[in-house]
Nanobody, 120 residues
Framework: QVQLVESGGGLVQAGGSLRLSCAASRRIFSINAMGWYRQAPGKQRELVAAITSGGSTNYADSVKGRFTISRDNAKNTVYLQMNSLKPEDTAVYYC??????????????WGQGTQVTVSS
């Protein structure tokens, strides 16, 4: 009944920028937290950035200073602005969210993933 729809991935040269978007497909009651994870071939999925309902943010050391997570509550959307991209940022990026539905139940959802490829 709820899906996280991702967009914004693609191919970019090193030093370039991309903005990822993730939006809930249905009306929700509230967002406890939203974040971005990534998974490169042969590696574990790792947390890239997260934002809580109170607006607190957290970043992986590898992206701190280059990536910015933000949200638009009215659109139930979270963004990841990625600047100064490096080849090591190449991965499939997944949106994740802890959502409270109108039923009052809390669920954790994953987006379908969007490929980010950074060429050198």
């Amino acid at each position: 009944q709820v899906q996280l729809v991702e967009s914004g991935g693609g191919l970019v040269q090193a030093g370039g920028s991309l903005r990822l978007s993730c939006a809930a497909s249905r009306r929700i009651f509230s967002i406890n937290a939203m974040g971005w994870y990534r998974q490169a071939p042969g590696k574990q999925r790792e947390l890239v950035a997260a934002i809580t309902s109170g607006g607190s943010t957290n970043y992986a050391d590898s992206v701190k200073g280059r990536f910015t997570i933000s949200r638009d509550n009215a659109k139930n959307t979270v963004y990841l602005q990625m600047n100064s991209l490096k080849p090591e940022d190449t991965a499939v990026y997944y949106c994740n969210a802890d959502l409270v539905l109108t039923t009052g139940n809390k669920y954790n959802y994953w987006g379908q993933g969007t490929q980010v490829t950074v060429s050198s």
